[in-house]
């Protein structure tokens, strides 16, 4: 059993999944960073809003002005956070989509495989058939 389990551990694929799945936790950081960092920024200077403190407060105890006082005191339904993952996700998706096009672009189109020949035994068998074929007629 450990010696299937080694066989299954050291497959390409586990490794190759292994890998896609460190290099997807990195550029999930990249993206966060660009959204809440560069993006949401500038939207909120468009329309003098920031996602990050919208919130609302689920008790009449809740008053404070930011998100992280709000949720010191009372439950709080925070739709501005929402807001800056569901951008993120529309820019990762997006990203995703440009790079699969870009990979299926770079493969090469299969050109298609003559024929195999055939084996010695198969052509004279034909051979055989045809010469009989002749003597028939």
Partial sequence: MLD???KFAL???VVDLAIGVIIGAAFGRIVDSL???????FIGAL???DFSNYFIGLNTAVTAPTLVEAKKQGA???YGNFITIAVNFIIIAFVLFLVVKAINKL???EEPKAPAAKPDDVVLLGEIRDLLKQ???
């Fill in 76 to 78: 709080v339904l925070a």
């Fill in 135 to 137: 003597r028939q007629v």
């Fill in 11 to 13: 497959k390409g694929n």
């Fill in 47 to 49: 329309g003098g809003v």
């Fill in 35 to 41: 959204v809440n960092d560069i993006i949401m920024p």
């Fill in 4 to 6: 299937e389990f080694k």
């Fill in 107 to 109: 493969q090469k189109k």
